[in-house]
Structure formats: structure tokens, C-alpha cells
């Protein structure tokens, strides 16, 4: 009878311990959908500018042993109404450079902490739209570009999801930090807080 027993507790032990490995691969593993706000410094001809934004990403994600979470991603931000710097030019007038919409590809990895958490890091490419406009003073010329410029991103965070919710979709929310450079020497530093739904 005690044998008996001891097998019984053994056998739900090992079941409780494999669905909660079960838990921990599912809850990370899948189709995610994010929104993001956060704030954005853009670096510019020795200057920077602070400005309030907003953007999403879109990603999808894959378990390793249960304790490694590696995907992929596709982002997007906007700086509130473009960030931009001004200067004065070296022969008078003015020159200001601005940053509008990003776009970014990236490869994402992470460590589980525990089974709700997520500490993870990144890196890829991004592409920018920006403008660099010279007013030049009286007797010289002006100059204006629009165009778009790519470089590399690099960042990290945190993600949360509870393992205890009972709504139809697994719901998180994050904290990251991005840093992007481009080829024109520009740069900007993003620091950002999501909500986001997971698709298994």
C-alpha cells in the first residue's frame, strides 16, 4: 500500500512539473501583437532633442528547453509631430535636422526568470524618414533634403505575462529600452512601456 502511494505522489509530482513546463513554453511561445508609448531623444549635429511618441510591433517567438525565448520582430515608432534639432550654421542662418516615422527589423533573445517574466535582448536594422534643411542668410543659398536613412538598432527590456489570467488571449505589457544609429550620423535612444496580446 505505501509503495502504492509513493508511486501515486511520484506519478502527480512529475505530471504538475510537466504541465508546468507546458505552461512556461505556451505562455512565450507564438504570434505576439504590441502597442508602445514612450519618450525619444534624437541626436543630431551635436545637439539633442527630447519628444513623446508612439508605435507597435508585430513578432513571433519560439521556446528553447523551456528556459530561452528567441523570435523575431518587425517594429514601427513615430515621434509626436517629427523630433526635431536646430543650429546656427557656421556662415549664419539656420540648420535644422528632423526625424519622423521608423522602421525596424530585429532578432530578439531572452532568459525566463520565472515563468512570468521575461528579460530579453535585441538587435537588427532600421530605416528612418528624416529632413535636413538649411535657411541660409541673405546672399546665400539654402539647401533641403527629405529623404530616408537606415543603420542598426540594438536594445533590451522586459516582458511580464501572467500565468494566472483567464482571458481569451494571453495579455502582457513590457519595458525596453532602444538605441538606433544611422548612416547620415544620427541617432536616437527610446525608452518605452507596451501592452501586447499573444496568438499561440
Known sequence: MRISLLVAAAAAAISA?????????????????????????????????????????????????????????GSYFHPNHGNENCSSGVIGGTVC??????????ARGGFLVTPDLLV??????????????????????SFYNHGRTDGYQVGGGVEFSPSNMTLPVPVYVSAQYVYANYNDHTATQRAMLGVGVKFK
Open 120 to 141: 530579453f535582448g535585441k538587435g537588427g536594422y532600421a530605416v528612418a524618414e528624416q529632413r535636413k534643411r538649411f535657411d541660409a542668410p541673405v546672399g546665400e543659398t
Open 17 to 73: 512539473q510537466a504541465a508546468s513546463a507546458q505552461d512556461i513554453t505556451t505562455q512565450f511561445r507564438g504570434i505576439r501583437v504590441e502597442g508602445n508609448v514612450g519618450g525619444e531623444r534624437f541626436q543630431s549635429q551635436g545637439n539633442h532633442n527630447d519628444k513623446f511618441g508612439y508605435g507597435a510591433s508585430v513578432g513571433f517567438d519560439g521556446s528553447i528547453n523551456d528556459a530561452f525565448v528567441v523570435g523575431a520582430e
Open 97 to 106: 535636422h528632423k526625424t519622423f516615422e521608423e522602421f525596424g527589423v530585429a
